[in-house]
């Protein structure tokens, strides 16, 4: 007696599934994530508040009297808020993009600043559940000399990997885990017989 066709289905679902790995989902070919902070927003309306401040001063000031003064206070706000305005539209979020050949960080929405760093550089990659900008002195691209650089848009999880110079690289993306699991399974195999990466 034939056997129904959806049992032959099944038996390819149940086939399909085993050959992923049990508990576990295929890995894409491209991983994409971001991570965002609203509240980059209210700093970025107050530098545009201070960039208006200095072109009001510029156009209704008194120039016949007080010139230096007034040309400090106009330079101060307006260069107070240029620097605001760059400082948190370029960190509202960022996009993080793991490939076949890099792991490619873009912030803001011209992409500025950039990290773009290629996997045969990377030793090893890890979960990190909690970054918080206290850790890093700040929001945005940061820098300790014990630490390694960390792009910081908001607190929460992030992924950290390890790089050939044992220097590291840290970012706030949402489902870093995934990543992670990304990077690792790439490196793996990128590396040399003998060579166990760093889990």
Not at 6 to 33: A, D, I, K, Q
Not at 45 to 51: D, K, T, V
């Amino acid at each position: 007696m034939p056997r129904p066709a959806f049992v032959g289905t099944l038996h390819n679902m149940r086939h399909h599934f085993r050959r992923t790995g049990p508990g576990s989902t295929p890995l894409p070919e491209v991983w994409t994530g971001r991570a965002s902070n609203r509240m980059q927003w209210v700093l970025a309306a107050a530098g545009a508040a201070c960039l208006a401040l200095g072109v009001k001063l510029a156009v209704d000031g008194n120039w016949t009297t007080g010139i230096a003064a007034l040309l400090m206070a106009v330079i101060g706000c307006v260069a107070a808020g240029l620097m605001m305005l760059y400082g948190t539209l370029a960190f509202v979020h960022v996009d993080v993009t793991v490939d076949r050949e890099a792991l490619d960080v873009r912030c803001g929405h011209i992409g500025l600043p950039r990290r773009r760093i290629p996997l045969d550089q990377v030793v090893g990659a890890d979960f990190e559940p909690r970054v918080t900008p206290h850790q890093w002195g700040g929001w945005g691209f940061r820098w300790r000399p014990d630490r390694g650089t960390a792009v910081v848009v908001r607190r929460g999880e992030g992924l950290v990997v390890t790089l050939s110079d044992g220097k590291t690289f840290t970012v706030t993306v949402d489902d870093a885990e995934l990543a992670v699991r990304v990077i690792r399974e790439r490196i793996r195999g990128g590396m040399s017989p003998g060579t166990v990466p760093r889990s």
